[in-house]
T-cell receptor, first 113, second 112 residues
């Protein structure tokens, strides 16, 4: 069964450093999402992406964040200058069509020291 | 108004029992209500979803009950099994493809 994959599974970085989280959505999916889950809290929406542009973003997704689909398979989330409060599990999701189910990857656990 | 309130935070059920998790929302524009199941170290996986044009949807041992007037929906797990032990999240969105607003999650433990 096709699945969303994410790399790395864990990343530790120093405050102020840039990080790039990578996702490979399911191959025939057209809509891509990033969510995050701070430890012990609920899953929160960050951004959705379709046709090479952001279609929706939350208040969390400020200028420090950016997304990109650099090629036909990868979807990335960049945090330019990490803060302690960026420590969280980051989930990528994809869906085939706008009205269909979002499938989540296993997540990248980011720890900012 | 964008919140989805979920209860209980944790739930312990005996094997064979019924697990019930409740969610409430305020935004009447929501029209897609999925439930996700998450095991430790894994991403959320869609369990079952409902739209407000029906009051109940059943898939195997899992049933969603939906009360549009009360703006509430619930997940019932019949004949709960130890393998059902996981965290369950309710969610809502304006449409299936837009941002999912998640509840805080319920940790279910099914004792054998």
């Amino acid at each position: 069964e096709p699945e969303v994959t994410q790399t790395p599974s864990h990343q530790v970085t120093q405050m102020g450093q840039e990080v790039i989280l990578r996702c490979v959505p399911i191959s025939n999916h057209l809509y891509f999402y990033w969510y995050r889950q701070i430890l012990g809290q609920k899953v929160e929406f960050l951004v959705s992406f379709y046709n090479n542009e952001i279609s929706e973003k939350s208040e969390i997704f400020d200028d420090q964040f950016s997304v990109e689909r650099p090629d036909g398979s990868n979807f990335t989330l960049k945090i330019r200058s990490t803060k302690l409060e960026d420590s969280a599990m980051y989930f990528c999701a994809s869906s085939r069509d706008f009205s269909e189910t979002q499938y989540f990857g296993p997540g990248t656990r980011l720890l900012v020291l | 108004q964008q919140q989805v309130k979920q209860s209980p935070q944790s739930l312990i059920v005996q094997k064979g029992g019924i697990s019930i998790i409740n969610c409430a929302y305020e935004n009447t524009a929501f029209d897609y209500f999925p439930w996700y199941q998450q095991f430790p170290g894994k991403g959320p996986a869609l369990l079952i979803a409902i739209r407000p044009d029906v009051s109940e949807k059943k898939e195997g041992r899992f049933t969603i009950s939906f009360n549009k007037s009360a703006k509430q929906f619930s997940l019932h797990i019949m004949d709960s099994q130890p393998g059902d032990s996981a965290t369950y999240f309710c969610a809502a969105s304006n449409q299936a493809g837009t941002a999912l607003i998640f509840g805080k999650g319920t940790t279910l433990s099914v004792s054998s």
